[in-house]
């Protein structure tokens, strides 16, 4: 943003002797940092340029992309140096801007490319329109550019918003962000409220014969017990997708949820915005009064409900005779600001979370080979075979549906969506689809649940270190169905075979601090 020449701002900063011309700082700038590399600027440069635009710095430089199969003719104006524009004024920062522009071969997107090929106005004031807001970027990257669009005048701001579309591209300023990552949000799941349809889902013949066929199916491979698991997971998302309502996806922001915002504040707002839509499409002097009366009166009115409401909380934080914890909490709340995170925060927080969570395999020769013989009176008889045998047997029914009787409901889901409430109500034929899967995971020595989604907790200080954070990962309900088996059987092992000692209370099933 270079402000305007009389500005209280600039004629501040040139009273004190601070002042330093924008256009030279962004020269140095490129100078220092822009040699070879590819270039973008844009924002508010309050420069009218007219219809005129920069050249390539030589001619070689356009021969360069015509040997190279980059130079696009669409996108270049068919005279050199000249664009499209509805402001046809040029002042002396308009001349500067073009001067700078020529000088690094960049060239001015506006009024030259798909989507602002007339140049459309860029500022509406009361005093009048022009094209102040450009996008500027380096000759090498014009092809990269799908379309430049100046959308619809607002009452937010008197600049109208400015859009540019650009193919993919490498981004060198994140090294450690793989091309094809694409961050995506958390899968849909579905809400369970309607429990008869979906048991009686389970008979619909093209499920039988899928869940049939998982029962049916050999596995003798750890890739076959992993496309086993994804044919039962994608059978009962599609048991589902046939019985219930899937959730939908958490809508944004789109009212002003202040409670100082009411009835009288949305009906002015819905006026000021059909004005200035209106100013937009024909800029002329009536509509463009209408316009800024009616965004003055709806901003004195925001003021002015602002003001009160503020007034009638702090007048009640002072009436009470005690201290008002609850409204000073809530005078809190109205002062706090979001912390939005762009692509390489994200970045960020995924590489720290994988490397936190990454598998570390120990070197060979950690982990002692099992004795032949527990020292315990109860298994002295008992070999180590044995007792692997005994902890490897394969998962019965009763074992299975012990366990599937004290899943919870109303459970998070991970990326597989798959509520406990889609277990607790399988058919018989599908329990023992589940049955098959577990005996076949633990034949194969496999467990095909290793992802998980995680949401990280706030704690203190920067919002953006991921250290500040606390990792709630959610795992998926199958394979949490599947561990709780396996420690169950371990506990009972454990106690059958090796006891804790009598007082040993410490982080046993049952005790408590009393005892």
């Known amino acids: 943003y270079d402000s305007p020449d009389n500005s209280s701002y600039k004629q501040k900063l040139m009273a004190e002797g601070k002042y330093e011309e924008t256009l030279e700082t962004l020269d140095s700038i490129l100078h220092t940092h822009g040699q070879g590399r590819l270039i973008m600027m844009c924002g508010d440069f309050n420069a009218r340029t007219g219809t005129n635009n920069s050249s390539p710095g030589t001619e070689g430089q356009v021969l360069n992309e015509l040997i190279n199969g980059s130079f696009c003719t669409a ?33 001015i997107l506006n009024g030259a490319t798909i989507g602002d090929i007339a140049g459309e106005y860029t500022c509406i004031t009361y005093n009048g329109l022009s094209v102040v807001d450009y996008f500027i970027t380096s000759y090498g990257i014009v092809t990269n550019i799908s379309s430049v669009n100046v959308k619809e005048f607002t009452e937010i701001s008197d600049h109208r918003p400015l859009l540019c579309v650009m193919k993919d591209i490498a981004a060198p300023c994140l090294p450690h962000l793989e091309r094809t990552m694409n961050f995506q949000d ?81 009906k002015e707002k819905r006026k000021t915005r059909r004005l200035g839509k209106q100013y937009s499409k024909y800029p002329t002097n009536e509509s463009r009064d209408r316009f800024y009366n009616q965004n003055k009166a709806y901003r004195s009115l925001l003021k002015k409900k602002k003001h009160s409401f503020f007034a009638q909380l702090s ?32 970045a960020n927080f995924y590489k720290f979370f994988k490397e936190l969570y990454s598998k570390k395999t120990l070197p060979a020769g950690t982990i002692e080979e099992p004795k032949d013989a527990y020292s315990t009176p109860h298994t002295q008889d008992a070999t180590a075979e044995s007792l692997t045998t005994e902890l490897n047997r394969d998962i019965n029914d009763s074992e299975l549906s012990a366990v599937i009787k004290k899943l919870k409901n109303g459970k998070a889901t991970s990326e597989d969506c798959i509520l406990n409430e889609f277990l607790k109500n399988a058919s018989p034929t599908l329990f023992q689809a589940i049955l098959k899967l577990f005996n076949d995971c633990l034949q194969q020595g496999v467990y095909p649940w290793n992802t998980a989604l995680i949401t990280p907790l706030y704690k203190k200080g920067d919002k953006y270190d991921p250290n500040n954070y606390r990792a709630i990962a959610v795992n998926s309900n199958i394979g949490k169905l599947f561990a709780s088996i396996l420690l169950e059987r371990l506990v009972n092992f454990r106690n059958l075979y090796c006891p804790d000692p009598i007082n040993q209370l410490g982080f046993c099933k049952g005790a408590q601090t009393s005892d």
């Not at 104006?77 to 524009?85: F, L, Q, V």
């Not at 005779?321 to 390489?344: C, Q, V």
Request: hydrophobic share 25%; net charge positive.
């Open 75 to 107: 996108s270049y104006p068919t005279s050199e140096g000249i664009r499209n524009s509805r402001d046809k004024n040029l002042n002396q920062r308009g001349k500067k801007l073009i001067e700078l522009a020529s000088a690094h071969n960049l060239k």
């Open 186 to 266: 958390k899968p849909l799941g579905y809400k369970w409220n309607n429990s008869e349809a979906y048991i009686e889902h389970q008979n619909h013949p093209r499920i039988k014969r899928r869940i049939s066929d998982i029962c049916s199916r050999e596995c003798t491979t750890k890739e076959d017990v992993h496309s086993l698991n994804q044919l039962l997971v994608s059978t009962l998302n599609d048991i589902a997708a046939g019985s219930l309502e899937k959730k939908k996806k958490p809508r944004g922001n789109k009212f002003n949820k202040n409670a100082w915002f009411d009835s009288d504040c949305r």
């Open 315 to 346: 007048q009640k934080i002072i009436d009470e005779r005690a201290i008002n914890w609850a409204g000073l909490k809530e005078l809190r709340s109205y002062n706090t600001k979001p912390n939005p995170m762009d692509l390489y925060d994200l």
